[in-house]
């Protein structure tokens, strides 16, 4: 399990997942990778719902080296989970919570974060071996929900996703979030500039670091 205690307190210690769904050159997410990595964030997940998104994951972990913690998300199946490991994704994201999925991904001593959104599903994953939880989407009900859903389930380390910005990260820090998942607030889209992306980074680091570190 030591793959998995690494990974998980990887991205425990970053706080930021940053995610990119969208169609990018291979360029253009070394570009994104380094730029965030000189920030601080340095944690990236890509969504297979993206095209060439197992190519740019094996990309990625060539160029990145140990700089940066790359994963696939939106890891719906045990098909998924297989072509993503076996691109080199280094942790699995899912928007769902699917148990021969997470079955796989222990067998494989891989992080997996499955999506949930009830306390019964975070319970359901806990036991099921799940260090992370994303809770998705968190926008839905904000940082009071995730203060609640912690209330009883103090053991279960959540991820936030959905919604978070350099607005609101703050909150759901407060509200005992293990880390967050950011998307569009954080990677705009292929027309983004490097320039604004380091910005964004800078701020969305500054806000989280702010409460705990504070």
Not at 19 to 31: A, C, K, L, P, T
Not at 102 to 113: A, D, E, G, I, P
Not at 142 to 168: E, M
Request: proline share 4%; aromatic share 6%.
């Amino acid at each position: 399990m030591m793959q998995v205690n690494d990974t998980f307190e990887q991205i425990k210690n970053a706080g930021i997942i940053a995610m990119m769904r969208g169609q990018f050159s291979m360029d253009y997410y070394v570009e994104v990778a380094k730029t965030l990595s000189s920030v601080g964030v340095c944690v990236l997940e890509v969504t297979l719902n993206s095209p060439d998104a197992l190519k740019a994951i094996a990309s990625l972990r060539r160029e990145m080296g140990e700089s940066m913690l790359i994963g696939a998300g939106t890891v719906r199946s045990v098909t998924h989970a297989r072509v993503s490991l076996a691109a080199g994704a280094q942790f699995l994201v899912s928007p769902n919570l699917d148990l021969p999925t997470l079955t796989f991904s222990k067998n494989q001593r891989v992080l997996h974060l499955p999506g949930i959104f009830t306390a019964t599903e975070a319970a359901t994953a806990h036991t099921a071996g799940c260090r992370l939880v994303k809770l998705f989407p968190a926008d839905l009900l904000g940082p009071a929900y995730l203060k609640a859903l912690r209330a009883p389930l103090d053991d279960v380390d959540f991820v936030p996703t959905g919604g978070i910005t350099s607005g609101n990260i703050g909150a759901y820090a407060q509200a005992g979030a293990a880390a967050v998942g950011v998307g569009s607030a954080l990677i705009a889209g292929s027309g983004q500039s490097l320039e604004d992306l380091h910005t964004r980074g800078k701020e969305l680091i500054a806000a989280w670091r702010s409460v705990r570190n504070g």
